[in-house]
C-alpha cells in the first residue's frame, strides 16, 4: 500500500451561486481547485455551462441534486413536480435529506439521467458524479448511483468511510467490488467544509490536513466568492473565508508543508473508460 496521501480539492455545489462559479473559476487558475461539480437543476447553471464551454479544459462533474435547502432560494426537478416524492407541498425539492429519501426511486432515476443528460446537452465534458448533500449516498438511492456510474462510465465521488454520512456499509462494500474493476477509484476517505464552525480558520485546515490517510481522499468544499449568496446562506461567512483561505496562499502552504499531492477526477474518468 501506498504511503501517498493525495488530495481531490472538489468544489461542491456550482450553479448553485453566483460566487460559487467566480470562486471555481479563480481557485481552478491557482491550481487549487482541482475540480468540481454543477447543480444542474439551479438558476446559475447556465453560467457554469457556458464557463465549461469555454474552458473544456476544466475538470466538472454532475453535482446530484435531490434537496433545495435554503428557505428563500429553492429549485425543482427537472421531470417536473408530480406525486412521487421528489417534492415537498409547494412543489420544489425537499430541504432535508430525511425528507428526500422517501422519493421513488424510479423517479429519482429519471431525474438523476435527466440532470446528467442535461449537463451533457449543455457542452460539459462530465468527468465523474457525485452528490449534493450526500442524498444519492442514502441507501434507498446508492443502487441508483452505481448503475448510473456504469452506465455513463464515469467515476464516482464515494469513499469508504461514508457510513458517517448515512450510506450503508455493506451497500458500500459491494459497490466498490463492483466498481473499481471497471477503474472505480478506490477513494479512501471524505473530508468537507467544517460546517460545525462560524468561519474557516487556518487551525482547522492544518487538523484537516494532518488528518489525511495514505491513499485518496476526497475533499468536498464549498468555495464561494461574495456576491448573490449573502442574500439567503445564512452560513456565507464560512464559504467565504474557506475561499479566502485558498486563495490568499494558506492552504497551498499548509498542503506542501504535508507533502500533500493534488489530483483532479479527470484522469480516473479517462482510465475507466480505456480500462
Known amino acids: 500500500m501506498t504511503d501517498t496521501?493525495?488530495?481531490?480539492?472538489?468544489?461542491?455545489?456550482?450553479?448553485?451561486?453566483?460566487?460559487?462559479n467566480l470562486a471555481f473559476v479563480e481557485l481552478w487558475d491557482m491550481g487549487l481547485a482541482t475540480t468540481g461539480s454543477v447543480m444542474v437543476p439551479c438558476p446559475w447553471f447556465p453560467e457554469i455551462a457556458q464557463i465549461a464551454r469555454r474552458r473544456p479544459e476544466m475538470d466538472l462533474g454532475v453535482h446530484l441534486t435531490?434537496?433545495?435547502?435554503?428557505?428563500?432560494?429553492?429549485?425543482?426537478?427537472?421531470?417536473?413536480v408530480a406525486d412521487n416524492?421528489?417534492?415537498?407541498?409547494?412543489?420544489?425539492f425537499w430541504r432535508r435529506v430525511a425528507d428526500a429519501r422517501r422519493a421513488d426511486p424510479d423517479a429519482v432515476e429519471a431525474e438523476l439521467r435527466a440532470q446528467i443528460e442535461t449537463a451533457l446537452a449543455a457542452g460539459i465534458d462530465v468527468t465523474h458524479l457525485d452528490s449534493h448533500m450526500g442524498t444519492v449516498w442514502q441507501p434507498e438511492f446508492l443502487p441508483v448511483l452505481v448503475k448510473l456510474g456504469r452506465e455513463y462510465r464515469l467515476p464516482l465521488g464515494i469513499t469508504r468511510d461514508l457510513a458517517r454520512m448515512g450510506a450503508d456499509p455493506a451497500q458500500l462494500d459491494a459497490?466498490?467490488?463492483?466498481?473499481?474493476?471497471?477503474?472505480?477509484?478506490?477513494?479512501?476517505?471524505?473530508?468537507?467544509?467544517?460546517?460545525?464552525?462560524?468561519?474557516?480558520?487556518?487551525?482547522?485546515y492544518r487538523k484537516v490536513i494532518a488528518?489525511?490517510?495514505?491513499?485518496?481522499?476526497?475533499?468536498?468544499?464549498?468555495?464561494?466568492?461574495?456576491?448573490?449568496?449573502?442574500?439567503?446562506?445564512?452560513?456565507?461567512?464560512?464559504r467565504t473565508?474557506?475561499?479566502?483561505?485558498?486563495?490568499?496562499?494558506?492552504?497551498?502552504?499548509?498542503?506542501?508543508?504535508?507533502?500533500?499531492?493534488?489530483?483532479?477526477?479527470?484522469?480516473?474518468?479517462?482510465?475507466?473508460?480505456?480500462?
Not at 66 to 80: A, K, Q, Y
Request: overall charge negative.
Open 175 to 204: 459497490a466498490f467490488a463492483e466498481l473499481v474493476p471497471l477503474g472505480q477509484p478506490d477513494f479512501v476517505t471524505y473530508a468537507t467544509t467544517p460546517f460545525d464552525q462560524p468561519t474557516a480558520t487556518e487551525a482547522h
Open 85 to 92: 416524492g421528489l417534492c415537498d407541498a409547494d412543489g420544489y
Open 211 to 238: 488528518g489525511l490517510q495514505p491513499g485518496v481522499t476526497f475533499g468536498a468544499f464549498h468555495f464561494t466568492a461574495p456576491s448573490d449568496m449573502e442574500f439567503f446562506a445564512p452560513d456565507i461567512r464560512l
Open 66 to 80: 435531490l434537496t433545495s435547502e435554503w428557505e428563500s432560494f429553492r429549485w425543482r426537478p427537472l421531470t417536473g
Open 5 to 20: 496521501r493525495t488530495l481531490i480539492i472538489h468544489e461542491d455545489d456550482l450553479g448553485g451561486s453566483h460566487g460559487a
Open 241 to 275: 473565508t474557506e475561499y479566502d483561505l485558498f486563495r490568499d496562499g494558506t492552504a497551498r502552504r499548509l498542503l506542501e508543508e504535508a507533502g500533500i499531492e493534488l489530483a483532479g477526477m479527470r484522469a480516473y474518468r479517462d482510465a475507466m473508460r480505456s480500462a
